[in-house]
């Protein structure tokens, strides 16, 4: 049996959510380092809107989103019982918020001398607003987003929180978010995520 293709990018949020819920699945891929910079062009030839990751089925499928990726993994294999963990409209509307409200002022936080218009620390701010604030309340009532175990939810937002928490040195933006710190301190330490962050150099088509 052929493996799936991956196409991955090591410190792209979408790709680590992607690997995340592989790994979670239990499934091997063929993976394939690319340089954004440098795209392969097999991989624009399955999926031209260029982004990572991009996940190729045996049968020929392409998946290029990486909700889809994770959902076709736990549709296989949820062994960690992600799916479940919580309705799937709560989980739905986190990931919503995380990637069209939280995501452009994640960027603006992290690029801030290329958006003037607002300091850095105003942006951190507003990225707290629209969307870390409420991550702290839902971690103060208990261990995961939706409760007590981890959801689809909890790793699809992780490596973006990762990214957030990285702008500045030793995590300092999380200070006033105790809760959502030692979340994020969980999932950095967690065997899953280590597993998925192997360094591997970038793709190129084996010489004929
Ligand atoms: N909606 C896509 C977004 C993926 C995405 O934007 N990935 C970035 C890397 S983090 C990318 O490939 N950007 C293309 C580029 O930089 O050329 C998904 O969820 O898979």
Redo the contacts with the bound molecule.
Sequence with gaps: MTLPVLYS?R?????I??RLALAAAGIGVDHRE?S??D?PAAMLAISPK????VLQLDDGRVL??????MRWALARCDLQGWLAAAPAEVQDALIRRN?VDFKPLLDRYKYAERHPERTRAEWREAAVAAHLADLEARLSRGPALCGDRPSLADAALFPFVRQFAGVEPDHAALAPLPNLCRWLEGWLASPLFAAVMDKYPPWRVAAA
């Design positions: 990018f410190r792209c949020p979408y790709a959510r992607a690319v954004l910079a795209k260029g982004t990572v990751p290029d989103e990486s909700l889809d990726i990637d």
